[in-house]
């Protein structure tokens, strides 16, 4: 859960930061919002718990159980939820 | 969790890829909607555990467990609902 | 969370089957659409774990647990805003 | 989970019931917002368990366990997020 | 989960009393939005667990567990989404 | 959950904190809304329990624990779906 800095501190670390991984929520097709999905709700854990090498250590852990495999499901499908809204659900 | 990559190698992978699992949102009915929502889900687990056999060994585990089921089943909500949506309803 | 299919075969396999349970999600009243939320929870359990008998058999160990039965309850909440959503909150 | 019915049955079920507990998601006030939300909270609660004898014997387990009351005012919040806007957040 | 009210029983409470703590949805700022969200929170808590005694003796349970202090972070959310939506996101 | 107040009561302290810590959900980009909704979800913990000491004693136990770490990034999941909405997408 961090530190908790306000709103501009966190803004003003997104806007230094040299690592621009999200540029836009909008993707050419389903599967590329999907895979957006994806790396969104690895960041959030990444935010939390920035280690990697701790990250990949947890691995087996939460690999191995359903329970963890469906609440990791679940975020997923929350951001997908967002990034499909942002793609006006690719309905061309 | 995975490995965090950017936004962008997530998307450059599910474009290379020459396996397209979600060419659309849109279905012709609510049901096949509610399959789609499924399939969402189960790709969800599959993106962080993509061993199949690890998979099919956990299955007994959580296919018994009435809060894995309730889990499950409140992920297929949350992709349905954004399914749904995708369909305006399939209000015609 | 079953064995992970495309997209297509789920969809298939709903156009296919003789078993229309969900032709439509538009209901006549908000208490028809609370039902409607009901079976689509349902659902979500049962193509988890298709064995009826298996889910009789864990009905006494999550209909007497709080926690099981206030997370069901959020799964029918999920999909009932759908619904709602879906019938424009039946506001004639 | 109850059995599986389908969603004709269940309405159906709603459809002939002489107990009609949701006229309408339409409240004057977003206190009276919150009070319907409670409500729908509990039927999805006695939908999976209609023993009112059994619920009341529960009550003691989750009514002093934090983490059951905060998940049940989880499924409130988001049943209060669709009266919300069936109500389009009552503004006049 | 207390007794299932119908929802005008709720409704006709929730008019009859006194207590006006939710006149509207409506707020000057993000922050008082924020603000309004977890009051929203914590009376759906009350609902479920009104006496404030009890509560108050269950503090050090869940304001030390990390995993309770994440769950009543995610109901805040879902309620300050609901307000936000009711306030045009602050967009002046 | 901390003691109930009216709504009122919340946004008067909001009001006169001196404290603006969240003055608009707008931001440039969605990388920034990303880290507004980082902030969020924090914030929502912070509410609940104010002492920052505490928190930071809290982390080892959470930041190992992958389902901690994957219901924080549901949290982040939720708020990033309102600043996401409140920025219609960054769809300039």
Do not use: C
């Not at 679940?74 to 793609?87: G, I, L, P, R």
């Amino acid at each position: 859960m961090g530190s908790i800095a306000t709103a501009d501190t966190h803004e003003a670390e997104a806007r230094d930061s040299s690592d621009v991984w999200l540029p836009s929520l909008i993707t050419e097709t389903p599967q590329e919002g999907f895979a957006l999905a994806i790396t969104l709700s690895q960041k959030g854990v990444a935010t939390t718990q920035p280690d990697a090498e701790v990250r990949k250590e947890l691995r087996p852990e939460y690999a191995q159980d359903p329970d963890s495999l469906i609440a990791a499901s679940h975020v997923v499908a929350t951001h997908f939820q967002t990034v499909a809204a942002a793609n006006d659900y690719w309905r061309k």
